[in-house]
């Protein structure tokens, strides 16, 4: 199983940008997803995450109601959609993937695939 992220960049403060993660090998239909974050000097912390339907979503306080996460199961793709962004929001973000019969996962550890991280850098 191959993920493969990608969408980031640098924003300045307020802005937005939309995080993609292409997923192959495997049933993608079958993977819960989610996404992570490392900001430089820091540990990874999880962000968000999505049911294998999509139906069912959760977040880090941090971040609700400015990230939403998706999926499009026919593109075997993640979606997290980021709106007003924070300076503090700066890190690489991961996508990870699972076929853990719980739907949801917020540690890293339960998570068995890894894309390769995109760098979000938010200006002030």
């Known amino acids: 199983v191959q993920l493969q992220a990608s969408g980031g960049g640098l924003v300045q403060a307020g802005g937005s940008l939309r995080l993609s993660c292409a997923v192959s090998g495997g049933t993608f239909s079958s993977y819960r997803m989610g996404w992570f974050r490392q900001a430089p000097g820091k540990e990874r912390e999880f962000v968000a995450a999505?049911?294998?339907?999509?139906?069912?979503?959760y977040y880090t306080d941090s971040v609700k109601g400015r990230f939403t996460v998706s999926r499009d199961n026919a593109r075997n793709t993640v979606y997290l959609r980021m709106i007003n962004l924070k300076p503090e929001d700066t890190a690489v973000y991961y996508c990870?993937?699972?076929?853990?019969?719980?739907?949801?996962?917020?540690?890293?550890?339960?998570?068995?695939?890894w894309g390769q991280g995109t760098l979000v850098t938010v200006s002030s």
């Open positions: 999505i049911s294998w339907s999509g139906g069912t979503t």
């Open positions: 990870a993937a699972d076929e853990d019969r719980v739907p949801l996962g917020v540690r890293s550890s339960k998570y068995s695939y």
